[in-house]
């Protein structure tokens, strides 16, 4: 048993799971591409990690396309990608990582991405879901939500509810020996209207260095690393990672 999450997060904190209910202190964080998931959410599962959650990043396209560099075939990009996610998430206690191995950059929402990440569901019961808000086309006004992005995040809430949780939707899971599960609350990143804030000042280095982890992605430059110190600070100078959080109804 790891610490509180009061302890970890202070005052305003995930909710915690009910043991004797049999939820687990499980969360998924789903992210479209090998980084997004550090981008959104390294503080988040790093502090859970400390609380002694299992955390597992479940990433959905396989980082295909993401490379200007032409010594970059794509299968040695999608291989390159793999590995840097799970350094990644070594540094940051993040238990595990798994791909579903879509094409980058041609994701759409429908019924195999879906029945796809409701069987991962099934599987990891997690108590919480972190993912991409799929709502902003524009987000903040100043850059374009990825479709990948937008289509993970759709899809993945449309797992969450209702079709993970009803036995009839995709019953070949059940006939397979799965249960339908409940995720209680859903986190989404990249979101024009927040209302959950991680203070993460402490962890600020270490989401970083999960960034610079990402070499294929991001420069390993001081500019970079000095952009990345003000990029989720807030006017207090505290520093966050945002989501809107959605504790389910039923
Ligand atoms: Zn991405």
Redesign the pocket.
Known sequence: MGAGLEDLFGQEHPGEPDESAGEFRRALVV???P??AD?GAAGVSALLARAGWHVRYLVVTDGSK?SEDPAFTPERLIATREQEQRDAAKLLGVADVRYLHFTDGELLPGRELLGALVREIREFRPYAVYTHDPEPVIINNSFVN?S??RATGLATVDAVYPAARDRLNFPEHIEAGLQPHKVRELYLWGANVPNFDVDITDLLELKIQALLAHPSQFPTDDAFIQRMRTFWRDPDGRSLERFRRVVMFI
């Open positions: 992210a479209a591409h980084d997004d981008f993401g990825h990948d992005h």
